[in-house]
């Protein structure tokens, strides 16, 4: 059996006996609201032969004629990531209520595929883009800007940019006050990349907060890294091999948090009473594993992401939003 052509809108207009424009006038009004253009019963004729023909509105022809896709690209750096995948859901969620789709990418943190996957997108006519892998220097999105390319960054700041991001220095100096209040006074920081806001940012108000209890930190206890928990059990080690114990350990991440407690656990350290551990985000593992942690909004982010992005496609002029973290206790503090 031969494949289905598809049925064009001139061919139902011959069909029909009518202007080709009149029927695509109706079936983008299928609810008749504007009667401008056919009489009820010319609109009752021309929907039910697009149905019986299965007729399918060309999106491709349309955005020709509308300048818009209705596509939105977003790049991001691993969606294996569970933080990044709820954004993902907040954001591709968002999409669909406003009549939109999104195509998503991952850049792996690289800036070379950060910009190609990209231009890629933009290339396929993407209205606009989202960027949850975004760098605090990031010449590339100054580029964007200069080229009047609509963009928001999520997850991640990279000023003067708008984004909509978890108020992570907040959240940062929310660790460090619960744990001076449970009495200790010295720290390890697995700090993540430092090329993200998400690591500058928590592990400044981490330091901020101590700083003003009159506690410092060993810079050797403070070790940049990355966001996963093979990175988490490599700075861990290395806290370990820097002096003595920390009474304290914060990650700015619980994948990296768990990394951590897998080589305290090989070592014979037993959290919290030799030393206690508190990560950020508040996925579904630390909950299950009793991690201390900060729970961020990440579905929240998305969708408010989205929302952001329709604002600058609308020519809004919009600010950067920064959205409230919550303090989560558990038995690992």
């Not at 596509?71 to 907040?90: F, K, N, S």
């Amino acid at each position: 059996m031969g494949a289905r052509t598809a049925v064009t809108l001139k061919a139902l207009a011959e069909e029909l006996g009518l202007n080709a424009s009149t029927v695509s006038r109706v079936l983008n009004d299928p609810k008749g609201l504007d009667s401008r253009w056919a009489s009820p019963e010319t609109t009752e004729r021309i929907l039910a032969l697009a149905a019986e023909r299965g007729y399918r509105k060309n999106p491709y022809a349309a955005s020709l004629r509308t300048a818009k896709s209705h596509m939105i690209g977003v790049i991001v750096p691993r969606l294996q990531d569970y933080v990044l995948a709820t954004i993902y859901e907040g954001i591709d969620e968002a999409a669909s209520e406003h009549g939109y789709f999104t195509v998503v990418s991952n850049s792996l943190d690289e800036p070379a595929a950060h910009r190609a996957k990209a231009e890629k997108l933009l290339d396929r006519r993407a209205d606009g883009l989202i960027f949850g892998d975004a760098t605090l220097k990031d010449p590339y999105l100054d580029e964007l800007a200069r080229r009047g390319v609509p963009f928001v960054l999520v997850s991640r700041r990279s000023p003067p940019h708008r984004s909509v991001t978890c108020d992570d220095y907040a959240g940062g100096r929310m660790v460090a006050e619960h744990l001076v209040a449970t009495g200790r006074r010295s720290f390890g920081l697995i700090a993540g990349d430092p090329r993200a806001s998400t690591s500058r940012d928590r592990s400044a108000g981490f330091l901020d907060a101590l700083a003003e209890h009159g506690i410092g930190v060993d810079p050797a206890l403070v070790v940049p890294g990355g966001f996963d928990a093979p990175a988490g059990g490599v700075a861990a080690a290395k806290i370990l091999g820097g002096g003595p114990l920390p009474e304290a350990v914060f990650a700015v991440n619980d994948f990296a948090a768990i990394g951590a407690l897998g080589v305290f656990t090989r070592e014979g350290i037993r959290v919290p009473e030799d030393t206690a551990l508190v990560g950020f985000n508040d996925t579904p593992l630390a909950g299950s594993i009793g991690l201390t942690t900060v729970r961020s909004p990440m579905h929240r982010i998305g969708r408010r992401g989205f929302e952001l992005l329709m604002e600058v496609l609308d020519g809004k002029d919009v600010e950067s939003v920064q959205l409230a973290p919550e303090l989560v206790v558990r038995t690992s503090s």
